[in-house]
C-alpha cells in the first residue's frame, strides 16, 4: 500500500508543479530574476517533498499553491507599478561604457574582472576596445553595444534596398503535413503535391522536414536516412 501512495503522491506532485509553472509562465524555466530563482528552487524542493509524502501530502501541497501565488502576485504588481520592479526584479548597471570601466558597478554586480572578460568573450567581444557599452541585466544577462566602428554593416549603411524577411516554416515533420502551417502560407495540397514531385519525393513519408522559405517560394526537403 506504501508503493502505491508513493506512486500516487508523485503523480500529484507531478501534476502540481506542471500547474504552478504554466501559471507562472515560461519566464520561470527562461531567464530568471531574483525571486523567481529563489521561488523555482523552493517549489521544486517541495515537490519532492510532496512526491513522498505519505502522511499529510497536503501540507507541502498547500505550501506550493503558496510559492505560486506569492510569485503571480510580485509579477502582477510589478505589471502594475512600475516603480516596485526595481525592488522586485532588481535595475540594469552599466560596467562599460565610453572606454571606462565602473569598479564601483562591477562590485554591486558581485562580478570581478575575469568574470567580466569571460561574458565578453561568450558575446564574441575579445577586445574590450571594440566595446561602446556594456550593461548587466537583472536576470544575470551581459548586454553590449559595439563601438559604430566595429559593428556589422547593414544594407542601410550601404544604402541598399533591403527586402522584408519572413519566419521559415516547416510544413512536413516526421512524414507528416502540418496543415495548419501550410494554410497560414497561404499554400494548399496541390502545391505541396507538385513541388514533392519536381524534387523527385512520391511520398511525403519519405520527408523527415520539410521547411518553406517565403521569401524565396521555395520549399526544402531533408529525407529519412
Known amino acids: 500500500m506504501d508503493v502505491i501512495r508513493v506512486i500516487l503522491t508523485a503523480l500529484l506532485s507531478v501534476a502540481?508543479?506542471?500547474?504552478?509553472?504554466?501559471?507562472?509562465?515560461?519566464?520561470?524555466?527562461?531567464?530568471?530574476?531574483?525571486?523567481?530563482?529563489?521561488?523555482?528552487?523552493?517549489?521544486?524542493?517541495?515537490?519532492?517533498?510532496?512526491a513522498t509524502?505519505?502522511?499529510?501530502?497536503?501540507?507541502?501541497?498547500?505550501?506550493?499553491?503558496?510559492?505560486?501565488?506569492a510569485s503571480l502576485t510580485l509579477n502582477l504588481l510589478a505589471h502594475k507599478i512600475p516603480r516596485t520592479r526595481k525592488y522586485i526584479n532588481g535595475t540594469p548597471t552599466v560596467l562599460l561604457n565610453g572606454g571606462k570601466l565602473y569598479r564601483k558597478n562591477m562590485k554591486q554586480a558581485k562580478l570581478d574582472l575575469s568574470e567580466f572578460l569571460l561574458l565578453c568573450r561568450e558575446q564574441g567581444y575579445f577586445d574590450l576596445d571594440s566595446i561602446q557599452t556594456a550593461v548587466f541585466e537583472h536576470n544575470g544577462r551581459l548586454s553590449i553595444l559595439p563601438r559604430a566602428s566595429s559593428r556589422p554593416i547593414t544594407p542601410a549603411d550601404l544604402k541598399i534596398p533591403a527586402k522584408a524577411s519572413h519566419i521559415s516554416t516547416e510544413v512536413i515533420m516526421d512524414g507528416r503535413?502540418?496543415?495548419?502551417?501550410?494554410s497560414r502560407m497561404e499554400r494548399d495540397a496541390t502545391w505541396l503535391e507538385a513541388q514533392l514531385r519536381a524534387?523527385?519525393?512520391?511520398?511525403?513519408?519519405?520527408?523527415?522536414?520539410?521547411?518553406?522559405?517565403?521569401?524565396?517560394?521555395?520549399?526544402?526537403?531533408?529525407?529519412?536516412?
Not at 509524502?53 to 501565488?69: K, M
Not at 503535413?177 to 501550410?182: S, T
Request: charged fraction near 20%; glycine fraction near 10%; aromatic fraction near 10%.
Open 177 to 182: 503535413v502540418m496543415g495548419e502551417n501550410l
Open 53 to 69: 509524502e505519505l502522511e499529510a501530502p497536503e501540507q507541502p501541497l498547500i505550501a506550493l499553491a503558496v510559492y505560486g501565488l
Open 199 to 225: 524534387q523527385g519525393c512520391a511520398d511525403v513519408k519519405e520527408i523527415y522536414l520539410g521547411i518553406y522559405h517565403p521569401e524565396e517560394d521555395r520549399l526544402s526537403l531533408y529525407r529519412n536516412q
Open 16 to 50: 502540481a508543479l506542471f500547474a504552478v509553472t504554466k501559471l507562472m509562465g515560461h519566464k520561470q524555466v527562461a531567464q530568471l530574476d531574483f525571486f523567481d530563482y529563489v521561488c523555482g528552487i523552493t517549489i521544486g524542493s517541495i515537490g519532492a517533498e510532496l
